[in-house]
């Protein structure tokens, strides 16, 4: 007979909290090393040194691929360590249910940073058009264009952690 698991489990435990690392450090590490092949290949072209668009392509690659996507992963972090956690013994389908909803708790941190950065820019704009503009692109689509690829490695990177946590429980 099949146990009944909740989507919400909030509990600390060194499992949830390995479970969550493994999930969002090895989303992290695909970030990096996607951002790093394409800084080697921008900077065959243009140096890596070198200002390209008034930003420096080093400069670009850490706002990108560390500053812009941080609060994702610390949300989803979070969200997996102590509210929705990826554990052995709750079935994949719960597992995968869980690690959605951390990504949508990251996709919505990256809306939180949104507004104050949006809200920023959006002053800084010439017309009210352009602010409220800026603003629709830091609280809905950047958000939307970053947390919906991430959740989907973390998807990948959960059921492997899920996997690899059953088989080494220590």
């Given at each position: 007979?099949?146990?009944?698991?909740?989507v919400?489990?909030?509990?600390?435990?060194?499992?949830?909290t390995?479970?969550?690392a493994?999930?969002?450090?090895?989303?992290?590490?695909?970030?990096?090393?996607?951002?790093?092949?394409?800084?080697?290949?921008?900077?065959?072209?243009?140096?890596?040194?070198?200002s390209?668009g008034?930003t420096?392509?080093?400069?670009?690659f850490?706002?990108?691929?560390f500053?812009?996507r941080?609060?994702?992963?610390?949300a989803a972090?979070?969200?997996l360590?102590?509210l929705v956690p990826?554990v052995?013994?709750?079935?994949?389908?719960?597992?995968?249910?869980?690690?959605v909803?951390?990504?949508?708790?990251?996709?919505?941190?990256l809306?939180?940073?949104?507004?104050v950065?949006?809200?920023?820019?959006?002053?800084?704009?010439?017309?009210?058009?352009?602010?409220?503009?800026?603003?629709?692109?830091?609280?809905?689509?950047?958000?939307?264009?970053?947390?919906?690829?991430?959740?989907?490695?973390?998807?990948g990177s959960?059921?492997?952690?899920w996997?690899?946590?059953?088989?080494h429980?220590?």
């Amino acid at each position: 007979m099949p146990v009944a698991t909740s989507v919400l489990a909030p509990e600390v435990s060194i499992v949830a909290t390995t479970g969550a690392a493994i999930t969002v450090v090895s989303v992290v590490l695909v970030e990096f090393l996607a951002g790093l092949i394409g800084l080697l290949g921008t900077s065959t072209i243009v140096g890596p040194f070198r200002s390209h668009g008034g930003t420096s392509l080093i400069e670009a690659f850490v706002q990108n691929v560390f500053v812009a996507r941080s609060p994702f992963a610390l949300a989803a972090f979070l969200a997996l360590a102590f509210l929705v956690p990826v554990v052995p013994r709750a079935p994949l389908p719960a597992v995968l249910l869980r690690t959605v909803l951390a990504g949508a708790a990251g996709t919505v941190a990256l809306a939180l940073v949104g507004i104050v950065t949006g809200a920023h820019d959006a002053l800084q704009q010439g017309s009210v058009g352009q602010g409220l503009g800026r603003l629709l692109v830091d609280v809905v689509t950047t958000p939307l264009q970053l947390g919906l690829p991430m959740t989907l490695m973390l998807l990948g990177s959960a059921t492997a952690a899920w996997l690899w946590l059953g088989r080494h429980p220590r």
